[in-house]
T-cell receptor
Framework: DTAVSQTPKYLVTQMGNDKSIKCEQN?????MYWYKQDSKKFLKIMFSYNNKELIINETVPNRFSPKSPDKAHLNLHINSLELGDSAVYFCASSPRMGPANEQFFGPGTRLTVL | GIQVEQSPPDLILQEGANSTLRCNFS?????LQWFHQNPWGQLINLFYIPSGTKQNGRLSATTVATERYSLLYISSSQTTDSGVYFCAEDVGGSNYKLTFGKGTLLTVNP
């Protein structure tokens, strides 16, 4: 009965490759997010989607393309991976977009680019 | 821009000790959350607390929104409390997103 799940948990790949990370939530929430945690453990928003519509894109390179096929899924595709993309990527969801909405996080995907 | 400052950055305790972690934020708050990132990297929701006081077992939190700070209290600490504690706030406006502090690294020694 996992609330927010991500696959894969670990991803090791070469520079220049294209990879995807999948996220699913079974909480019935309308809003989903991607956050990036860098090597210093700093967490920063990348994208948010509300009812499959892109709401926030925090000046993320266009090599990163989120896709939301339905409200329960938000996938992250990364083209032409670079060394600096190595990080832990967290998916999150909240009931809706607006005040008084608690966000719930997935287990994270540790991406290592060699 | 929005700033979330946490203190102390690092804290080392002996098992059984109590501690207080602080979070100062620069703007009025719609949403304030405390998280524990355990040594395995999982982000665990501790409290959703835009105002007031909440308690959950040995942990409690208080947010004084008018003075723009929140406190997380850990009593009778255990080694499993080790990890990084983050506070994050959402100030609303046209976009809702959590802005995180840099965290407090807590080490509880046996």
């Amino acid at each position: 009965d996992t609330a927010v799940s991500q696959t894969p948990k670990y991803l090791v790949t070469q520079m220049g490759n294209d990879k995807s990370i999948k996220c699913e939530q079974n909480l019935g929430h309308d809003t989903m997010y991607w956050y990036k945690q860098d090597s210093k453990k700093f967490l920063k928003i990348m994208f948010s989607y509300n009812n499959k519509e892109l709401i926030i894109n925090e000046t993320v390179p266009n090599r990163f393309s989120p896709k939301s096929p339905d409200k329960a899924h938000l996938n992250l595709h990364i083209n032409s991976l670079e060394l600096g993309d190595s990080a832990v990527y967290f998916c999150a969801s909240s009931p809706r977009m607006g005040p008084a909405n608690e966000q719930f996080f997935g287990p994270g995907t540790r991406l290592t680019v060699l | 821009g929005i700033q979330v400052e946490q203190s102390p950055p690092d804290l080392i305790l002996q098992e059984g000790a109590n501690s207080t972690l602080r979070c100062n934020f620069s703007d009025s708050v719609n949403n304030l959350q405390w998280f524990h990132q355990n040594p395995w990297g999982q982000l665990i929701n501790l409290f959703y607390i835009p105002s007031g006081t909440k308690q959950n077992g040995r942990l409690s939190a208080t947010t004084v929104a008018t003075e723009r700070y929140s406190l997380l209290y850990i009593s009778s600490s255990q080694t499993t409390d080790s990890g990084v504690y983050f506070c994050a706030e959402d100030v609303g406006g046209s976009n809702y997103k959590l802005t995180f502090g840099k965290g407090t690294l807590l080490t509880v020694n046996p």
